[in-house]
């Protein structure tokens, strides 16, 4: 080996190599051990109205471990994302001694059940919120699928200024659609077929022209394949149910 010059050059480079990487590790750990590079400021932005800002002060001072280089940016983004209300979180450092953090909030657009809020994205959360929400009830893993029938049964129904206060998926895929009014609707089930919304676009085409008291309906029921009865409240004109077939008005 000692006769052979290209060996040793290449046996000189790796001692050189792992004792500059040697010196680098102990330098860097020193670095990260110097209180002159302790992180002096936090940045919290963002748009909320349903985080409470105790707690983001709470977790900043409880999650920040270490000086500028040591702090673990993974742990600090994830202790954020554990608050309810917060969608995502981005952290980054800014140079010499500050980081700074970028929170979003969900939009809730339906509530799921009693205990969860439904995202505008379809994500399932937990919080309060004041206000008059549409509920959703189905089975388990439905939200997403209920949330794309609630937005595209508004769209049918709002100009007609019928609007939603419930949507029931049933075990067996029935669906029942609650309106502010009062009255429910029967749809069927067989919601993701276009046969349903056909259903309720009829309804709806009808609803302008029937000559009834609307107040009074009770329900309606879709499920017939050319027209829907109509079940009235006691007390109105006109009792019972009537049906209507397609052409009618």
Same mark, same amino acid.
């Given at each position: ?113 009693? /205990?969860?809020? $439904?995202?505008?994205?379809? &994500? @399932?959360?937990? #919080? ?5 929400? *549409?509920?959703? %009830? ?37 669906? /029942?659609?609650? $309106?502010?009014?009062?009255? &429910? @609707?029967?749809? #069927? ?5 276009? *046969?349903?919304? %056909? ?49 009618? #008005?």
């Amino acid at each position: 080996m000692w006769d052979r010059p290209s060996w040793l050059n290449q046996i000189s480079a790796i001692l050189i190599i792992l004792s500059l990487l040697t010196y680098l590790t102990a330098a860097w750990s020193w670095v990260k051990h110097q209180p002159s590079f302790s992180i002096s400021q936090v940045f919290i932005q963002g748009y909320w109205h349903h985080i409470d800002l105790q707690q983001l002060k709470e977790i900043a001072a409880n999650s920040v471990y270490g000086n500028f280089f040591a702090v673990n940016l993974d742990h600090l983004r994830c202790s954020f994302e554990l608050i309810p209300w917060v969608s995502h979180v981005t952290v980054k450092r800014m140079w010499p001694w500050k980081i700074f953090i970028v929170l979003s909030e969900y939009i809730p657009d339906a509530r799921w059940g009693k /205990d969860y809020l $439904l995202s505008r994205d379809g &994500v @399932l959360f937990s #919080g309060t919120v004041e206000g008059d929400l *549409p509920v959703l %009830v189905g089975p388990e893993g439905t939200h997403q699928e209920m949330l794309k029938a609630y937005n595209q049964l508004e769209e049918i129904l709002e100009p007609v200024d019928l609007y939603i206060s419930k949507i029931y998926l049933s075990p067996t895929y029935s669906w /029942d659609v609650f $309106l502010k009014n009062g009255t &429910v @609707l029967h749809v #069927g089930s067989d919601f993701k077929q276009d *046969p349903a919304i %056909v259903r309720v676009k009829r309804f709806v085409e009808s609803y302008k022209v029937i000559k009834v008291d609307k107040n009074k309906i009770k329900s309606v029921d879709l499920r017939y394949p050319n027209g829907f009865a109509v079940h009235f409240n006691k007390g109105s004109e006109i009792t019972g149910r009537i049906l209507l077939k397609r052409g009618y #008005g």
